[in-house]
């Protein structure tokens, strides 16, 4: 393994010369971009991305490099965070228990593992909350808007409680009953005709 490394530094290190530009002082070229002004950063700065270089060279997971070298071609350092965060979420994903959350995580990002474990956190939160959730008019409200999102059945019910509260209190019988007649099922729009009425 570490033969094929030093085969595939050397070959990258022709292809730069080939170029007019070996990698060293490419990255050299970025450190300066970055701190023009600063030399002592500079040579941190290229210490840390020489090292994060060679760490890319030598890792084993395609499609987490693919992801890495993607979102950032030019800086090596932010490779190897994003590499290493994807090789974790792939791991974390791979310990999921909700298959139904699971399934809502990989539809949305089918190719992004970081992002998959972002959706599958929040979109189980908003699960939990909505089966905790009281109001049951106000739960089928959500659910007839968002069959299949969790996280915005929770906004939805949220938005609809606060409304539906907003519109046991108000004063005004008259804007209330139109507000009701124009939006019977919906609380959010009912408040947002009232208030209408009002001004």
């Known amino acids: 393994m570490r033969h094929l490394s030093r085969v595939i530094i050397v070959t990258i290190a022709i292809i730069g010369f080939c170029y007019g530009q070996s990698i ?8 300066r971009s970055e701190y023009p002004n600063d030399s002592k950063m500079q040579e941190y700065i290229y210490d840390k991305q020489i090292s994060a270089y060679r760490f890319m060279l030598s890792v084993s997971d395609r499609e987490a490099k693919d992801i890495a070298t993607t979102e950032y071609p030019n800086d090596y350092s932010m490779q190897k965070y994003i590499y290493e965060k994807q090789v974790a979420a792939k791991r974390y994903n ?3 228990q909700d298959a139904d959350v699971k399934s809502i995580a990989t539809r949305e990002y089918p190719n992004d593992p970081s992002m998959q474990k972002y959706v599958y956190d929040k979109q189980l939160a908003a699960k939990r909350y909505m089966e905790s959730s009281s109001d049951r008019e106000v739960k089928g409200i959500a659910l007839r808007e968002y069959p299949n999102d969790y996280s915005m059945q929770k906004y939805v019910y949220d938005k609809q409680l606060s409304a539906k509260e907003y519109m046991s209190r108000v004063s005004n019988q008259r804007a209330k ?3 009701v007649r124009e939006y019977p099922n919906d609380y959010s729009m009912q408040k947002y005709v009232y208030d209408r009425a009002l001004r």
């Open 94 to 96: 791979s310990t999921l």
């Open 177 to 179: 009953s139109m507000a």
């Open 24 to 31: 060293e002082s490419q990255i050299r070229g970025f450190a």
